[in-house]
């Protein structure tokens, strides 16, 4: 643990060192490096907890100072204070920013994520639909009801319904196509 004159001696180096540095003297800001580096990435890891984020931080507060040096006011506080209070306030930026980001990569994820298929609500409006046609059916005549269930249910061309009821085409024909039209409209489809 350093003295308090000894502390007192750093914090006058360090405001001298900024002195000049606001002035553009380049060797001061490599001492003022040395001096507050240190001070304002543990400032940054303590806000962030993570060492990458604190560095890249420490990196940008020291670019910051050496920017801006000519800004800092000796009667406000130290060098040591105002440079970690620039580090406390960019890690709070970084920890914001990245949440953001964290959040808008949530929300594409979430976007782009399928919908779960409901197999029993799938299964129930199949059957309320199949309730529906076989119902529908009921209301056709038994000819045009024996027709359409031999060509879409039998899957069997029109010829063949023709050849298995002995009935010509042309009958077939009309009676697959009123009955298609009947449940339609009992279906409540429109044309």
Do not use: N
């Amino acid at each position: 643990m350093s003295s308090p004159d000894a502390r007192t001696s750093a914090r006058q180096a360090a405001d001298q060192a900024l002195a000049r540095v606001a002035a553009g003297d380049l060797d001061a800001f490599a001492s003022l490096y040395d001096m507050l580096s240190p001070a304002v990435h543990g400032t940054a890891l303590a806000v962030l907890r993570d060492p990458d984020h604190a560095a890249e931080v420490t990196q940008e507060v020291m670019v910051e100072i050496w920017r801006t040096a000519a800004r800092w006011d000796a009667r406000r506080g130290s060098a040591r204070s105002w440079a970690t209070t620039m580090a406390h306030r960019r890690a709070v930026d970084r920890v914001r920013s990245v949440q953001a980001q964290r959040d808008r990569d949530q929300a594409v994820l979430d976007a782009d994520r399928p919908r779960e298929f409901d197999v029993v609500a799938e299964q129930a409006e199949e059957h309320l639909e199949a309730q529906r046609v076989r119902h529908c059916l009921g209301g056709l005549t038994d000819t045009q009801r024996e027709a359409v269930v031999l060509a879409y249910y039998d899957g069997r061309t029109y010829r063949e319904v023709a050849e298995h009821l002995d009935a010509p085409l042309p009958t077939v024909k009309s009676r697959i196509r009123d009955g298609l039209v009947r449940l339609r409209d009992c279906l409540g489809v429109a044309a």
